[in-house]
């Protein structure tokens, strides 16, 4: 079976829910998705979700409870979080349990310089010919978007989110 790599970036919302989407398509064909979220670690809807469809669909968070702002940076406990959730990630990758393998909030971690794109490109350069990688986050850069065999870009027209609704449990977390 061929397997690529898809990208899924831009502004818009749905960027994880493509990826979850994918997981979901692949469990209902018996496929194991590993999915390691970078830059979230606060209890969500997807991560109960995964425990019910456990064991083709496993998340593990590697960033911690809250918001990494622009005005206050990343701190060394984001960074070597996110060093060791790609370190979890290739291991998964490796392992030959997963068909699929998604790096979640990957491309923003780039962004926001808490993974080096560098490591990021080598993860990429060793995925099996089985594994399907994808790669979710704003800003994606262009060097992952000229590896993608699948790059999708969420653009934002209009969200609820702009006249002050917050995160609902069940739709956004």
Do not use: C, W
């Not at 991560?47 to 809250?66: D, S």
Request: hydrophobic content about 40%; charged content about 30%; proline content about 3%.
């Amino acid at each position: 079976m061929t397997s690529y790599l898809q990208v899924y970036t831009g502004n818009g919302k749905g960027k994880t829910t493509a990826a979850l989407g994918l997981a979901f398509r692949a469990a209902g064909h018996g496929l194991k998705t590993y999915v390691a979220q970078f830059l979230k670690g606060q209890p969500t809807g997807e991560i109960e979700a995964a425990k019910k469809l456990a064991p083709l669909v496993r998340i593990e968070q590697f960033g911690r409870e809250g918001f990494i702002t622009i005005k206050d940076g990343p701190g060394d406990e984001d960074v070597s979080r996110a060093k060791a959730g790609l370190a979890r990630a290739l291991e998964a990758m490796l392992s030959g349990d997963y068909r699929i393998v998604v790096l979640d909030e990957v491309n923003t971690a780039v962004h926001f310089k808490i993974l080096s794109e560098k490591d990021v490109l080598d993860f990429i350069d060793r995925r099996p010919p089985a594994v399907e990688l994808v790669l979710t986050g704003r800003y994606a850069p262009a060097s992952f978007i000229d590896r993608a065999d699948l790059v999708t870009e969420m653009k934002d027209i209009k969200h609820y989110f702009d006249k002050g609704v917050k995160a609902r449990q069940g739709i956004e977390k």
